[in-house]
Antibody
Framework: QLRLQESGPGLVKPPETLSLTCTVS??????????WGWIRQPPGKGLEWIGS???????YYNPSLKSRVIISVDRANNQLSLKLSSVTAADTAVYYC??????????????????WGQGTTVTVSS | SYELTQPPSVSVSPGQTASITCSGD??????ACWYQQKPGQSPVLVIY???KRPSEIPERFSGSNSGSTATLTISGTQAMDEADYYC???????????FGTGTKVTVL
């Protein structure tokens, strides 16, 4: 059974860089037909897609965050990572990682985000 | 930027049908999916590819997508269906995986 687990600091100071890791178990992050993404949810607000990575399809970022985000993969440890630079209080949120099966090529959004981690809360405060 | 708009709230009596709409420019030309999120929990995929259900999702959940509107329908709504629901679609023009604004479903 595929499981995703987010980890990282719960408190980040502005304007430092937020760094999170998503560990994948019960499956491989190397599967070329899958995208692996980060999503966040500020307190009391809706969901926001941050970006996604695929071994075959490349990396895609939310245009509104693209200048501050890097998503990468550690294939040896089956982990997905997120780095968000120059954080402010507006980046305070629960951060989730999730899988979206896709097939080859760019994302198509056909199959949705079918497996999610439990989320990790990040607070940005000095 | 591409936007998906949902009603903030929908109320339904137990056993009745709840319909949640999601509106976006030419949404019918994209694939819509829907998520259920209960307080303090991660979202759960309930509909993908406009109208398909993951195997573990009850048959009372159904979806459709045409024109500029996707709709999630919950037939025979139960108290356990009380949650926030979000639609989502991939916008190939902006390369953005967009979520809707979210709808709180209350079972009265």
């Amino acid at each position: 059974q595929l499981r995703l687990q987010e980890s990282g600091p719960g408190l980040v100071k502005p304007p430092e860089t937020l760094s999170l890791t998503c560990t994948v178990s019960g499956g491989s992050i190397r599967i070329t037909s899958d995208y692996w993404g980060w999503i966040r949810q500020p307190p009391g607000k809706g969901l926001e897609w941050i970006g996604s990575f695929s071994s075959s399809g490349g990396t895609y970022y939310n245009p509104s965050l693209k200048s501050r985000v890097i998503i990468s993969v550690d294939r040896a440890n089956n982990q997905l990572s997120l780095k968000l630079s120059s954080v402010t209080a507006a980046d305070t949120a629960v951060y989730y990682c999730a899988r979206h099966p896709n097939g080859s090529g760019p994302p198509q959004g056909i199959y949705g985000l079918d497996v999610w981690g439990q989320g990790t809360t990040v607070t940005v405060s000095s | 930027s591409y936007e998906l708009t949902q009603p903030p709230s929908v109320s339904v009596s137990p056993g009745q049908t709840a319909s949640i709409t999601c509106s976006g420019d030419k949404l019918g030309d994209k694939y819509a999916c829907w998520y259920q999120q209960k307080p303090g929990q991660s979202p759960v995929l309930v509909i993908y590819q406009d109208s398909k259900r993951p195997s573990e999702i009850p048959e009372r959940f159904s979806g459709s997508n045409s024109g500029s509107t996707a709709t999630l329908t919950i037939s025979g709504t139960q108290a356990m269906d009380e949650a926030d629901y979000y639609c989502q679609a991939w916008d190939s023009n902006t390369h953005n995986y967009v979520f809707g604004t979210g709808t709180k479903v209350t079972v009265l």
